[in-house]
């Protein structure tokens, strides 16, 4: 465990379910996630997926209080857990950006009653001057642009269009660059249910 005082990078404990006396890994993922903290994030899930008597079946429940952070970094952690042969939970407090996008990987979701998912599209600043388009019509973008924030906005973008959560929102998205959806919504459109 990592901390700081800007949170907890992993936190691993062993709660006790009470009805099936089993015992569920848990993994705290909180705070600004940097760099840093998103590599002892993954590293602390495969440590957990290799120990003795872990079930691929019972997986790992992943509780998420974040703001989000480093896209490049967060991203490849998403397509980790997307490939995992365990299962994932995510029990969002209040997951944002990437936060967001590594909730979404996860196997199943759940969300606390007062629970926020937000997804933002964050800000590319490029000079028209800049942009250069072929004569086939191509628009190429100049090598200052940072590929890293290209590549999250168009894979939160290709994220938030897969989500159903109308043609009203989903507008909103589009032309404001930030969905925030409350626990209500989440579970109305089946992205998490509503923990009691």
Known sequence: ???????????????????????????????????????????????????????????????????????????????????????????????????????????????????ELAFHLGNLNISLADIDVSAAGAVNLPNSVNRAVVEMITKTRAAVKDLSIGKQLLHQFSISGVLKLTAPQCEEFGIATIMD
């Open 1 to 115: 465990m990592f901390n700081s005082n800007k949170g907890i990078i992993a936190s691993v404990g062993q709660t006790s379910n009470l009805l099936g006396g089993m015992l569920m890994k848990v993994v705290l993922l909180s705070g600004h996630l940097s760099r840093k903290r998103l590599d002892a994030f993954g590293e602390q899930l495969k440590i957990i997926a290799s120990k003795e008597g872990f079930s691929d079946e019972e997986g790992i429940t992943i509780v998420i209080m974040s703001e989000g952070g480093d896209s490049q970094k967060g991203l490849k952690l998403c397509e980790f857990i997307k490939r995992a042969s365990f299962k994932t939970h995510a029990v969002i407090y209040n997951a944002s950006s990437i936060a967001a996008m590594i909730a979404l990987s996860c196997s199943s979701r759940e969300i606390v009653r007062t629970g």
